[in-house]
């Protein structure tokens, strides 16, 4: 018995982010785009009340926590509470998406534990109740199930599905070591201060998804979209590992359409305009020894998908 479930990671394609909120979040309008990098999560009883475990395999799964703090097996815990269960299964992961590297790679594996437990158990959990499991556990764990492109508001969990009208072409530069989220948003406040703006929801405007943005997702308009990529996270992320910079330099040099750090950070995504152009500039990136790794991907991608049940 056992169920494999395959989970993507995201690129932030605007990341418009509000001011420090009393209770230590902020308000987002996060535009994500899921993109063809995939961990796969295979679930299987283990024996009665031995609770659940992980093991991963993969790239830098040194990094990966194998502990109950491991988000992947949080969301085990989350459904099995739910459902008044005991949360027996072995969870492995196959890691692929960079690891701490602003891709949302924990969070798809929380989406992916989560489909494939369901499946497992014969839960038959409602989509809403998932997403509101996922809502529980972090910000991008919801999108990390659903997949494709959206808008999300709040901290990021409250998602419109928005329309994609092509495939778009990336490079991923991914950054020796990893950063910090809250670290990340913590610089982001402490540059803000800096500059003498504030850093308060009062200080900050709410932050809104760029309409032009929207419309060239909506086109197909890698071009239009180049042109409009945001991510008010990039300075602090850069202020934290400036060599971000000259990652970033190298890939336009190279012939990106637009460059930019990807959500938190380190890695960095760069837009291209086909197939040809992105492995060129996965090259450049490489020869020039500014990443430990050049990833070439497309998006949209879908979210969180039943690869193999075996029930």
């Not at 909506?218 to 850069?238: E, F, I, T």
């Not at 380190?266 to 090259?283: G, K, N, Q, R």
């Not at 969180?304 to 029930?311: C, K, N």
Request: net charge negative; glycine share 10%.
């Amino acid at each position: 018995m056992s169920v494999t479930v395959r989970v993507p990671a995201k690129v932030n394609v605007q990341l418009a982010v509000g001011g420090l909120r009393p209770d230590g979040f902020h308000d987002l309008a996060n535009v994500f785009l899921a993109v063809g990098l995939y961990d796969e999560i295979t679930v299987t009883p283990t024996a009665p009340t031995e609770g659940p475990r992980v093991t991963c395999s993969g790239p830098d799964t040194h990094h990966v926590p194998l502990d109950r703090s491991n988000l992947a097996l949080r969301a085990v815990d989350a459904l099995a509470l739910r459902h008044g269960i005991s949360p027996d299964v072995h969870v492995h992961i196959d890691k692929d998406i960079p690891v701490a590297g602003g891709m949302a790679g924990g969070s798809a594996d929380a989406a992916g534990a989560l489909l494939a437990c369901d499946t497992l158990w014969g839960t038959r959990t409602p989509r809403e109740e998932l997403l509101d499991i996922c809502a529980e556990l972090g910000s991008d764990v919801p999108f990390s199930l659903v997949g494709g492109a959206a808008l999300g508001r709040g901290r990021g969990e409250v998602l419109t599905p928005l329309e994609v009208g092509g495939t778009f072409h990336w490079v991923f530069a991914v950054a020796d070591g990893g950063l910090s989220t809250p670290a990340v948003y913590r610089e982001c406040d402490r540059l803000r201060e800096r500059r003498g703006t504030g850093s308060g929801v009062d200080d900050v405007p709410a932050p809104e998804a760029s309409p032009v943005l929207l419309a060239a997702l909506r086109s197909g308009d890698a071009r239009l979209l180049a042109a409009n990529l945001s991510n008010d996270l990039q300075p602090a992320a850069v202020s934290l590992l400036p060599s971000l910079d000259e990652t970033l330099a190298v890939g336009r040099e190279a012939g990106a359409l637009a460059a930019l750090v990807s959500g938190s950070g380190p890695t960095c995504a760069f837009l291209a305009e086909d197939p040809a152009s992105a492995s060129d500039i996965a090259v450049a990136l490489r020869d020039a020894d500014v990443c430990r790794d050049a990833r070439t991907a497309t998006s949209p991608a879908p979210g969180a998908t039943v690869l193999r049940a075996a029930v």
